[in-house]
């Protein structure tokens, strides 16, 4: 990965190498942001320009033997850590290594990856993803070796949250590094890292991607005319991941469209028996397709922030949500609006994370209830 390949973040870019040719790299940093503004990528490009041989104007060179090795993610100095799932016959906890061809292969083809991506890669289910402490252990006995190329070693670890107390396997090596070792964590959520481990790093915090920028990503990814692409950037608010969702959730709008509708319906009555009907449709769907429920309720919960001030024409939206966002909109306020936005954001998170789906889903409703009708409390 070179810096060149991720979109936005100019000044972090001009930080972060300015920091490596100061030598003046902090030997734990926590590169905190939300997924797709570019968290992941910042950290595996850093570790690529470190390890370059002949970094030019900013960036690794891209033609080296080093580059080429970090290209497939093959480096033997940079090693990966990420949540996996456990497989049988592997006691004692698995290792991401039993992971890693799929956690390249992956990567490789979408530098931007989310949880959710990789939980569907290894077809986790209901399975619980985690770091353990075996995990732990093997990371410490590989960082104690010396380094194959003489420079640095690098631990890339993608969402330490996962790592629950096993982490506190981690806190001497992170205390007194090996000499010539650093530890990137990638994380979305500081909260759920154990404070003795946010204690010991820097914390380096990821901004959203600027609209331009990601417009320019919808006309070289997807292939989007620039003017489209510009006026659909800002629907991503900054991460790369959430428009991807939101594109996908498009092409089953449908679908997920009757069943939000209908959740909201049924959050504002608080009555239990369309509630019970409700939550047996939804049962049956899946993960991925409730969370696509979830996604388009965000797009139509925007049509209706716009619909409250007039401005309807910025977000363009289907004949069939119309009646539903102008209808909707009259129960609404902004501070209403950010409240279910961020419910319906934490119900996704939970639901990435293999939260009872029954249970989530009924609790959601709850609260959209208590949202939409303060007045009952």
């Known amino acids: 990965m070179q810096f060149s390949q991720i979109y936005g973040q100019a000044s972090l870019k001009v930080s972060l190498t300015n920091m490596a040719n100061g030598k003046q790299i902090p030997h734990a940093m926590i590169f905190f942001g939300e997924e797709g503004t570019g968290n992941l990528p910042l950290a595996l490009a850093l570790a690529t320009y470190l390890h370059c041989k002949a970094p030019v104007d900013g960036d690794s060179c891209g033609r080296c033997d080093s580059c080429g090795k970090h290209t497939r993610l093959m480096h033997p100095d940079m090693h990966l850590s990420f949540p996996v799932i456990g497989k049988s016959g592997e006691g004692g906890g698995?290792?991401?290594?039993?992971?890693?061809?799929?956690?390249?292969?992956?990567?490789?083809?979408?530098?931007?990856?989310?949880?959710?991506?990789?939980?569907?890669?290894?077809?986790?289910?209901?399975?619980?993803?985690?770091?353990?402490?075996?995990?732990?252990?093997?990371?410490?006995?590989?960082?104690?070796?010396?380094?194959?190329?003489?420079?640095?070693?690098?631990?890339?670890?993608?969402?330490?949250?996962?790592?629950?107390?096993?982490?506190?396997?981690?806190?001497?090596?992170?205390?007194?590094?090996?000499?010539?070792?650093?530890?990137?964590?990638?994380?979305?959520?500081?909260?759920?890292?154990?404070?003795?481990?946010?204690?010991?790093?820097?914390?380096?915090?990821?901004?959203?991607?600027?609209?331009?920028?990601?417009?320019?990503?919808?006309?070289?990814?997807?292939?989007?005319?620039?003017?489209?692409?510009?006026?659909?950037?800002?629907?991503?608010?900054?991460?790369?991941?959430?428009?991807?969702?939101?594109?996908?959730?498009?092409?089953?709008?449908?679908?997920?469209?009757?069943?939000?509708?209908?959740?909201?319906?049924?959050?504002?009555?608080?009555?239990?028996?369309?509630?019970?009907?409700?939550?047996?449709?939804?049962?049956?769907?899946?993960?991925?397709?409730?969370?696509?429920?979830?996604?388009?309720?965000?797009?139509?919960?925007?049509?209706?922030?716009?619909?409250?001030h007039g401005a309807r024409s910025l977000h363009p939206i289907a004949a069939t949500q119309q009646a539903f966002v102008a209808g909707f909109s009259r129960f609404l306020d902004v501070p209403k609006i950010n409240r279910i936005h961020k419910q319906l954001q934490e119900a996704i998170l939970h639901l990435e994370r293999n939260a009872h789906t029954r249970l989530l889903f009924h609790a959601l409703v709850n609260r959209l209830h208590d949202t939409l009708r303060p007045e009952l409390r």
Not at 173 to 195: C, K, M, N, Q, W
């Open 94 to 308: 698995t290792l991401s290594t039993s992971y890693l061809a799929e956690f390249r292969q992956a990567l490789t083809t979408q530098p931007y990856l989310s949880f959710a991506d990789w939980l569907q890669l290894m077809e986790a289910g209901n399975k619980q993803a985690g770091i353990s402490r075996a995990e732990c252990y093997d990371l410490m006995g590989r960082l104690s070796l010396t380094a194959y190329s003489g420079s640095w070693k690098v631990l890339v670890m993608w969402m330490p949250e996962f790592l629950g107390q096993a982490g506190n396997v981690l806190l001497k090596i992170l205390e007194e590094p090996p000499p010539g070792t650093l530890f990137f964590l990638v994380a979305s959520r500081t909260d759920h890292i154990l404070p003795t481990i946010v204690s010991r790093a820097q914390l380096l915090r990821i901004p959203p991607i600027d609209t331009e920028e990601v417009a320019r990503a919808l006309v070289a990814l997807h292939g989007m005319d620039t003017d489209t692409a510009h006026a659909r950037a800002p629907l991503a608010e900054g991460s790369l991941v959430r428009l991807r969702q939101l594109m996908e959730a498009e092409d089953t709008a449908a679908m997920g469209d009757g069943l939000f509708m209908e959740m909201m319906r049924v959050s504002y009555s608080g009555k239990v028996a369309p509630l019970m009907a409700w939550l047996d449709q939804v049962s049956d769907l899946g993960r991925e397709g409730q969370k696509k429920i979830l996604l388009v309720g965000l797009g139509l919960l925007r049509g209706c922030l716009l619909e409250i």
